[in-house]
């Protein structure tokens, strides 16, 4: 599952990725067109208390992997250019599962806003209306296509064209009111009809405020600003300081320790905005504890038990008899499969079993 970092030429969303990422991307480029790519691990500290029970030969965290996308370029009407990246670009952006939009709330006079001023919430909408314009375009060229060849075809073809235009039509008008496609009810039958088309404002949306340290201590209130005002579905607003965060990063954990104390701040963000990517992706985890292996498994929420033991391997899917089944707390109580199984705590499910977020499972198969 990919996240596409997005934001405005200045926002900091390189040295957000460089946070996230502990990577090492050049900033400060305005938009420089390269690509950066890294995979993170999902911070999960039941991993860590079941590895005390189970001493394993290895932890295995699920993960998310983002990438830091150019910053779109001023289009020549003064705009920002969604459509003014490089085809390769923008294609990938549309290939994303959700976006990370990285909102600038800092002032930095080494780092001048583009439009002499800091304002989150016009920047915010800005790409936004951006993306908007982007899903208009692609699909009045689409609408353009269908009734071009709505009157050819044989019959099947000719009503599909129909239902296509019909859905289109409907979902048009709000993107030409200005209101992104994820506030839309849009049944399965509908999702599958336009999942081809990759719409940007169809994506989860993760907004990250990006502050400076002086407004550190008003960070929930700067959320709570945005969240009264950005009331879109399948959307998340958080913030962080990523230069403090950067520098957090590069401590000693003592060091850093001294650090967050001296600024008043009682845990890194980094580890609550890997979590909200997660949860944005509309993930759960389920466990595996033994001897070889403590490991987290990402599956949508509201998977079943099936679904559970195809992401360990196709073969458990295949021949899948039953599912031992232990919520985490009573294990951690319990210590072992056996004392949870004794206590009535292990259960059996078959495979309609809808898998939570901590389970920890054990698969029975047939070979």
């Known amino acids: 599952m990919q996240i596409a970092i997005v934001g405005l030429a200045g926002s900091g969303k390189t040295t957000v990725f460089n946070t996230l990422t502990r990577g090492h991307a050049q900033t400060g480029g305005y938009g ?36 830091d996308l150019p910053a779109p370029p001023a289009s020549t009407e003064g705009r920002v250019g969604t459509e003014e990246l490089p085809a390769d670009q923008l294609a990938r952006l549309r290939e994303a599962d959700a976006l990370l939009h990285v909102v600038r709330a800092f002032e930095d006079p080494n780092v001048p806003h583009a439009d002499g001023s800091v304002d989150a919430w016009r920047d915010l909408e800005r790409l936004d209306l951006e993306f908007i314009l982007a899903d208009l375009s692609v699909m009045e060229k689409r609408l353009e296509r269908l009734k071009a060849s709505g009157h050819h075809g044989t019959a099947a073809e000719r009503d599909a064209n129909d239902r296509e235009m019909a859905l289109l039509g409907r979902l048009h008008a709000p993107l030409a009111a200005g209101r992104p496609l994820r506030d839309e009810v849009i049944d399965s039958e509908e999702e599958k009809s336009i999942r081809g088309f990759r719409f940007l404002t169809q994506k989860p949306v993760l907004v990250l405020v990006n502050v400076g340290e002086a407004d550190l ?58 979590r909200l990517s997660y949860r944005l992706l509309g993930l759960i985890s389920f466990l595996t504890a033994g001897p070889d292996e403590v490991r987290a498994w990402p599956i949508p929420g509201g998977s079943n038990a099936v679904d559970a033991a195809g992401a360990i391997h196709t073969d458990l899917a295949h021949g899948f008899i039953r599912a031992e089944v232990v919520p985490y707390e009573d294990l951690l109580a319990l210590k072992t499969m056996a ?29």
Request: aromatic share 6%; charged share 35%.
């Open 32 to 67: 420089g067109m390269e690509l950066h790519v890294g995979t993170v691990k999902v911070p999960d500290e039941r991993l860590d208390r079941l590895a005390e029970i189970f001493k394993p030969k290895k932890i295995v965290h699920a993960d998310v992997t983002y990438f």
């Open 217 to 274: 201590p008003r960070e929930a209130e700067i959320v709570a600003g945005i969240v009264s005002r950005y009331e879109h579905e399948s959307a998340l607003v958080d913030a962080l300081s990523a230069k403090i965060e950067m520098e957090l990063g590069e401590l000693e954990p003592e060091e850093a320790a001294v650090f967050m104390e001296e600024l008043g701040l009682k845990e890194s963000s980094l580890d609550r905005v890997i």
């Open 339 to 367: 004392e949870s199984r004794k206590h009535g705590k292990l259960r059996s499910e078959g495979k309609t079993y809808l898998v939570h977020d901590g389970d920890v499972v054990e698969i029975l198969f047939s070979k």
